[in-house]
C-alpha cells in the first residue's frame, strides 16, 4: 500500500518539485562539483594541490549518469554528495520497496530531500536493472567517448628565473636559471566507455622546464598513461599503467587525494576506499605505475597491486664503486629527503628526478555482506637508495632506510540510524594509528558524526590520507564533533568543534602541544535563485615564540579566526552573481594582531545568442603579512583549479571566456592578475618579478568525438 501511495504522490510531487529537480545543463553539472572542491579547497589552505583526481571521480557522470538502482555502495560514495546514512537508507528502500522509478521518488526516502535530490538530479536516472550490458565492438565505437585536452598557459611579465644573465656568471652558478620557457603545457587524450572502460594518455611540461631538448629529449616532462577496465565477469577491476588504490579510511594505504577534509560538510568524515581507479591527473607523484586487479566471489574481493616507478629525491651520497683485493662495494645512493614538487628546471632539480626507483607491493581483502563489511590492508614499499633524513629533532621517529610496510583492518557497519566505521594500522617499526567513528541520523533534519583518531608519534605510514590536523598522519590525538541540522526547508546549520595534541615535537614547535578547531555556518535559501551563507572559524594551534629568550624558544597559543559572509544570486539562466566579504585575524603569543580583509564581486553571463560564457572576479585585499593572509576558490578551466593565496594589500582580477564552438570543440580563454599597492617586487627567489603586477594567460582547447 505504502508503495501504491508514493506512486500516487509522484505526479503532485513531480508537479510541486519541478524547478527543484531537473536535468541540468554541464555548466549547471560542473558548479556542483566545484562547489563540493571549493570546501575542501579552502579547507585545506594550500594553493598548489591538484583536484583535478576528485574531479575526475565525478565527471564521469557527465556523459555516463549513474543508474540509482543498480549503483553500490562504492558507485554512491563517489559522488562525493551522500553522507553514509543516505547511502544506507537508500539500499534499504531499494530492498524494500523494488527499483526506483523516478527521480521524484528520492525525496521520500527517510534522511533524504527535495534539495538532496535536485543535488544529485544531474548526475543519475532511474531505470530498470538490466544487469551489465555486453559490450561489442559496435557499441565500444557507437557510445564510447573521446576526448582531447590542450592547454597552454604563462606568466606574462619577465621573472628572474627568465630574465638574461651574463655568461661566465651563469657557467659559475648555473642554478641561477630554469633551463626551459616560462610556457606551462598540458596533453591529455582518453577515450571512455560508461564507467567500464578507460584508456588515455596525459603529458605536462611545467614553466621553466625544458621541451625537446636538453634534459627533454623527448618532449614532456611528466607522461603518464593508463588502460582500466571494470565489470568484466570476476574481475571488478583491471589497471594497467598508471593508476590509484584507495582502501578503507585512507589509514594503511591511500595514493591520491580523500574528500575527508575538514569543512561545511561537517558529518562527511567516514571515507571508503573504492579501491582501484585510473589516474589521469598531473601530479607527479600521488599515483601507482605497474598493474593491478580486483577480483569479485560472492561477498568477498580481492585486490592485488604492484607499483614500480622513479621518485624525486635529494641526495646527499653518491658512493663511487670500490674495488680491493676480495672485495667490491656496490653504488648506495643516499638521500636526505623525498622531493614532491614535480619541478625539474634547475640542473639541481633535474639531477634530483627519479634519483631513486620506489616499488609498492600490495593486497587488500574485502569481505561485504548486507550492511557489514570488513577489509583487511597490507603494503609493503622499499626503494634502492638509504633515506637519511637530516637530523631534526622533530621528525626523530620519521621512516628512515630502505623499506617500510603497513597492514590494516578497516570496518564499516549500518544499523538502523547509526554508521559505525574505523580503521586500525600498524607500521613495520611496530608503531600503531586508529581512526574510529559514528555517523547518528537523531532525525531526517538532524545528523551528527563523532570520530575518535590516534596517530602515534612513531607510526610510519607508507602512503596515508586518514583524517586530522596535522598535513602527516603521525603524533596526533584527537576527538571531532560534527553536527548538520536543518530546521527549515530553506536553512541549514553546519558546525563542528575538533579537539586535537601532537604529543611529539612538530615542524616550529619544539615542545608537545595542543588546540582546536571549531567551525560554525548558516546558510540560507530562499529561493533556488539566490544562496546566503554566513561562517565563522576559529582555530588555535601552540607554536615557538619567533625569538630565543635565554636561548629557548618557548610555546605561545596563535589563534587564527575567520568570518565570511557569501551570497550567490542567480539573476536569470544567463546571469549569476556572487559577492564575499571576508575578515581573518591571527597572533601569536604576544605579537601585534595580524588582521586581512577580502572583498570581492564575481559574474558569470551567457549570451543568449552566441555560446560564449564570460566569468569575471574583481576583488579588493589587505593583509597585514603572510600569517594574516586569505583564501579564495576561482573558476578556471575545465580540469584546472585556482585557489590563490591573497596576501599584501591590492586588488586580484581575472576574467574568462568560454565558447562552445560546436557539441564537440570547446575554448577557453582566461587572464588573471594580482596589483599590488604595498611593493614593488613580486615573489621570491628566480620567480621575482620587478613590478606590482603578476599577469597570467592561459588557453585551453577540449575535443571530444
Given at each position: 500500500m505504502r508503495r501504491l501511495g508514493i506512486m500516487f504522490l509522484l505526479l503532485a510531487f513531480a508537479c510541486a518539485a519541478q524547478a527543484q529537480v531537473r536535468r541540468f545543463d554541464p555548466d549547471q553539472k560542473a558548479n556542483v562539483i566545484e562547489q563540493r572542491i571549493e570546501q575542501i579547497a579552502e579547507a585545506a589552505e594550500n594553493e598548489n594541490i591538484d583536484y583535478n583526481a576528485l574531479f575526475e571521480q565525478l565527471t564521469i557522470y557527465y556523459d555516463f549518469p549513474l543508474n540509482i538502482n543498480t549503483a553500490?555502495?562504492?558507485?554512491?560514495?563517489?559522488?562525493?554528495?551522500?553522507?553514509?546514512?543516505?547511502?544506507?537508507?537508500?539500499?534499504?528502500?531499494?530492498?524494500?520497496?523494488?527499483?526506483?522509478?523516478?527521480?521524484?521518488?528520492?525525496?521520500?526516502?527517510?534522511?533524504?530531500?527535495?534539495?538532496?535530490?535536485?543535488?544529485?538530479?544531474?548526475?543519475?536516472?532511474?531505470?530498470?536493472?538490466?544487469?551489465?550490458?555486453?559490450?561489442?565492438?559496435?557499441?565500444?565505437?557507437?557510445?564510447?567517448?573521446?576526448?582531447?585536452?590542450?592547454?597552454?598557459?604563462?606568466?606574462?611579465?619577465e621573472q628572474l628565473g627568465y630574465s638574461p644573465i651574463d655568461d661566465a656568471e651563469l657557467e659559475a652558478n648555473p642554478n641561477r636559471r630554469y633551463l626551459g620557457s616560462p610556457d606551462r603545457l598540458f596533453f591529455r587524450y582518453r577515450y571512455r566507455f560508461s564507467d567500464r572502460i578507460s584508456f588515455g594518455y596525459?603529458?605536462?611540461?611545467?614553466?621553466?622546464?625544458?621541451?625537446?631538448?636538453?634534459?627533454?629529449?623527448?618532449?614532456?616532462?611528466?607522461?603518464?598513461?593508463?588502460?582500466?577496465?571494470?565489470?568484466?565477469?570476476?574481475?571488478?577491476?583491471?589497471?594497467?599503467?598508471?593508476?590509484?588504490?584507495?582502501?578503507?579510511?585512507?589509514?594503511?594505504?591511500?595514493?591520491?587525494?580523500?574528500?575527508?577534509?575538514?569543512?561545511?560538510?561537517?558529518?562527511?568524515?567516514?571515507?571508503?576506499?573504492?579501491?582501484?581507479?585510473?589516474?589521469?591527473?598531473?601530479?607527479?607523484?600521488?599515483?601507482?605505475?605497474?598493474?593491478?586487479?580486483?577480483?569479485?566471489?560472492?561477498?568477498?574481493?580481492?585486490?592485488?597491486f604492484y607499483s614500480g616507478k622513479g621518485i624525486d629525491a635529494t641526495v646527499t651520497t653518491d658512493a663511487s664503486t670500490e674495488e680491493g683485493e676480495d672485495t667490491f662495494f656496490e653504488p648506495e645512493i643516499v638521500v636526505s629527503a623525498f622531493q614532491e614538487s614535480g619541478f625539474h628546471?634547475?640542473?639541481?632539480?633535474?639531477?634530483?628526478?627519479?634519483?631513486?626507483?620506489?616499488?609498492?607491493?600490495?593486497?587488500?581483502?574485502?569481505?561485504?555482506?548486507?550492511?557489514?563489511?570488513?577489509?583487511?590492508?597490507?603494503?609493503?614499499?622499499?626503494?634502492?637508495?638509504?633515506?637519511?633524513?637530516?637530523?631534526?629533532?622533530?621528525?626523530?621517529?620519521?621512516?628512515?632506510?630502505?623499506?617500510?610496510?603497513?597492514?590494516?583492518?578497516?570496518?564499516?557497519?549500518?544499523y538502523r540510524n547509526f554508521f559505525v566505521f574505523g580503521e586500525t594500522a600498524r607500521s613495520l617499526n611496530g608503531g600503531l594509528a586508529t581512526i574510529n567513528g559514528v555517523n547518528i541520523n537523531l532525525h531526517s533534519r538532524l545528523s551528527l558524526n563523532v570520530t575518535q583518531r590516534h596517530y602515534a608519534k612513531d607510526f610510519q605510514p607508507v602512503a596515508s590520507v586518514s583524517f586530522g590536523e596535522g598535513s602527516q598522519t603521525e603524533n596526533e590525538t584527537g576527538i571531532y564533533a560534527g553536527l548538520e541540522f536543518r530546521p527549515f526547508s530553506k536553512w541549514t546549520v553546519n558546525a563542528?568543534?575538533?579537539?586535537?595534541?601532537?604529543?611529539?615535537?612538530?615542524?616550529?614547535?619544539?615542545?608537545?602541544?595542543?588546540?582546536?578547531?571549531?567551525?560554525?555556518?548558516?546558510?540560507?535559501?530562499?529561493?533556488?535563485?539566490?544562496?546566503?551563507?554566513?561562517?565563522?572559524?576559529?582555530?588555535?594551534?601552540?607554536?615557538?615564540?619567533?625569538?630565543?629568550?635565554?636561548?629557548?624558544?618557548?610555546l605561545v597559543p596563535n589563534p587564527r579566526k575567520n568570518a565570511r559572509i557569501n551570497f550567490i544570486y542567480r539573476v536569470s539562466r544567463n546571469l549569476r552573481l556572487g559577492s564575499r566579504v571576508e575578515y581573518v585575524d591571527f597572533k601569536r603569543g604576544d605579537e601585534p594582531l595580524s588582521q586581512g580583509y577580502l572583498v570581492f564581486q564575481d559574474i558569470s553571463y551567457k549570451l543568449k545568442k552566441v555560446p560564449i560564457t564570460f566569468t569575471g572576479r574583481y576583488a579588493l585585499f589587505q593583509t597585514d603579512n603572510f600569517d594574516s593572509r586569505l583564501y579564495a576558490y576561482e573558476n578556471d578551466v575545465l580540469y584546472f583549479f585556482s585557489i590563490p593565496a591573497y596576501s599584501g594589500r591590492g586588488t586580484r582580477t581575472y576574467l574568462m571566456m568560454k565558447y562552445d564552438i560546436n557539441r564537440n570543440i570547446d575554448l577557453w580563454v582566461r587572464w588573471a592578475q594580482f596589483y599590488f599597492t604595498d611593493r614593488q617586487e613580486v615573489g621570491t627567489g628566480l620567480e621575482q618579478i620587478d613590478g606590482n603586477t603578476r599577469s597570467e594567460i592561459k588557453i585551453q582547447a577540449r575535443f571530444k568525438f
Amino acid at each position: 500500500m505504502r508503495r501504491l501511495g508514493i506512486m500516487f504522490l509522484l505526479l503532485a510531487f513531480a508537479c510541486a518539485a519541478q524547478a527543484q529537480v531537473r536535468r541540468f545543463d554541464p555548466d549547471q553539472k560542473a558548479n556542483v562539483i566545484e562547489q563540493r572542491i571549493e570546501q575542501i579547497a579552502e579547507a585545506a589552505e594550500n594553493e598548489n594541490i591538484d583536484y583535478n583526481a576528485l574531479f575526475e571521480q565525478l565527471t564521469i557522470y557527465y556523459d555516463f549518469p549513474l543508474n540509482i538502482n543498480t549503483a553500490d555502495v562504492d558507485d554512491l560514495f563517489t559522488l562525493g554528495l551522500l553522507n553514509n546514512y543516505q547511502i544506507g537508507q537508500l539500499i534499504n528502500y531499494r530492498k524494500e520497496y523494488g527499483p526506483i522509478l523516478s527521480v521524484f521518488e528520492l525525496p521520500r526516502i527517510d534522511g533524504w530531500t527535495v534539495e538532496i535530490a535536485d543535488l544529485l538530479a544531474p548526475f543519475i536516472v532511474a531505470e530498470p536493472d538490466d544487469g551489465r550490458e555486453k559490450i561489442t565492438f559496435e557499441k565500444l565505437k557507437d557510445y564510447g567517448k573521446h576526448e582531447v585536452v590542450m592547454r597552454w598557459q604563462r606568466i606574462l611579465e619577465e621573472q628572474l628565473g627568465y630574465s638574461p644573465i651574463d655568461d661566465a656568471e651563469l657557467e659559475a652558478n648555473p642554478n641561477r636559471r630554469y633551463l626551459g620557457s616560462p610556457d606551462r603545457l598540458f596533453f591529455r587524450y582518453r577515450y571512455r566507455f560508461s564507467d567500464r572502460i578507460s584508456f588515455g594518455y596525459t603529458g605536462e611540461k611545467d614553466a621553466g622546464e625544458e621541451f625537446f631538448q636538453g634534459s627533454q629529449p623527448q618532449g614532456f616532462d611528466f607522461n603518464s598513461a593508463h588502460l582500466f577496465l571494470k565489470d568484466f565477469g570476476r574481475f571488478k577491476s583491471i589497471a594497467i599503467g598508471d593508476y590509484q588504490a584507495q582502501f578503507g579510511q585512507g589509514l594503511t594505504f591511500w595514493s591520491g587525494l580523500g574528500f575527508n577534509r575538514k569543512s561545511a560538510f561537517s558529518t562527511s568524515i567516514a571515507q571508503l576506499g573504492g579501491g582501484l581507479r585510473p589516474y589521469t591527473s598531473i601530479n607527479e607523484n600521488l599515483f601507482l605505475r605497474g598493474a593491478a586487479t580486483t577480483v569479485e566471489a560472492g561477498n568477498f574481493k580481492v585486490t592485488g597491486f604492484y607499483s614500480g616507478k622513479g621518485i624525486d629525491a635529494t641526495v646527499t651520497t653518491d658512493a663511487s664503486t670500490e674495488e680491493g683485493e676480495d672485495t667490491f662495494f656496490e653504488p648506495e645512493i643516499v638521500v636526505s629527503a623525498f622531493q614532491e614538487s614535480g619541478f625539474h628546471r634547475t640542473p639541481r632539480e633535474v639531477a634530483n628526478k627519479n634519483a631513486l626507483f620506489q616499488e609498492h607491493f600490495g593486497g587488500n581483502l574485502d569481505f561485504t555482506k548486507d550492511n557489514f563489511h570488513i577489509g583487511v590492508t597490507g603494503v609493503y614499499m622499499r626503494i634502492d637508495g638509504t633515506l637519511n633524513r637530516r637530523n631534526q629533532e622533530y621528525s626523530a621517529f620519521r621512516f628512515q632506510g630502505r623499506e617500510n610496510a603497513t597492514m590494516g583492518i578497516d570496518y564499516a557497519w549500518r544499523y538502523r540510524n547509526f554508521f559505525v566505521f574505523g580503521e586500525t594500522a600498524r607500521s613495520l617499526n611496530g608503531g600503531l594509528a586508529t581512526i574510529n567513528g559514528v555517523n547518528i541520523n537523531l532525525h531526517s533534519r538532524l545528523s551528527l558524526n563523532v570520530t575518535q583518531r590516534h596517530y602515534a608519534k612513531d607510526f610510519q605510514p607508507v602512503a596515508s590520507v586518514s583524517f586530522g590536523e596535522g598535513s602527516q598522519t603521525e603524533n596526533e590525538t584527537g576527538i571531532y564533533a560534527g553536527l548538520e541540522f536543518r530546521p527549515f526547508s530553506k536553512w541549514t546549520v553546519n558546525a563542528f568543534i575538533d579537539q586535537f595534541r601532537f604529543p611529539w615535537l612538530r615542524f616550529q614547535t619544539d615542545a608537545p602541544s595542543s588546540g582546536y578547531d571549531f567551525f560554525g555556518q548558516v546558510e540560507y535559501n530562499p529561493t533556488s535563485r539566490i544562496n546566503i551563507y554566513f561562517r565563522y572559524r576559529e582555530r588555535l594551534r601552540e607554536i615557538n615564540t619567533r625569538e630565543e629568550v635565554d636561548r629557548i624558544r618557548f610555546l605561545v597559543p596563535n589563534p587564527r579566526k575567520n568570518a565570511r559572509i557569501n551570497f550567490i544570486y542567480r539573476v536569470s539562466r544567463n546571469l549569476r552573481l556572487g559577492s564575499r566579504v571576508e575578515y581573518v585575524d591571527f597572533k601569536r603569543g604576544d605579537e601585534p594582531l595580524s588582521q586581512g580583509y577580502l572583498v570581492f564581486q564575481d559574474i558569470s553571463y551567457k549570451l543568449k545568442k552566441v555560446p560564449i560564457t564570460f566569468t569575471g572576479r574583481y576583488a579588493l585585499f589587505q593583509t597585514d603579512n603572510f600569517d594574516s593572509r586569505l583564501y579564495a576558490y576561482e573558476n578556471d578551466v575545465l580540469y584546472f583549479f585556482s585557489i590563490p593565496a591573497y596576501s599584501g594589500r591590492g586588488t586580484r582580477t581575472y576574467l574568462m571566456m568560454k565558447y562552445d564552438i560546436n557539441r564537440n570543440i570547446d575554448l577557453w580563454v582566461r587572464w588573471a592578475q594580482f596589483y599590488f599597492t604595498d611593493r614593488q617586487e613580486v615573489g621570491t627567489g628566480l620567480e621575482q618579478i620587478d613590478g606590482n603586477t603578476r599577469s597570467e594567460i592561459k588557453i585551453q582547447a577540449r575535443f571530444k568525438f
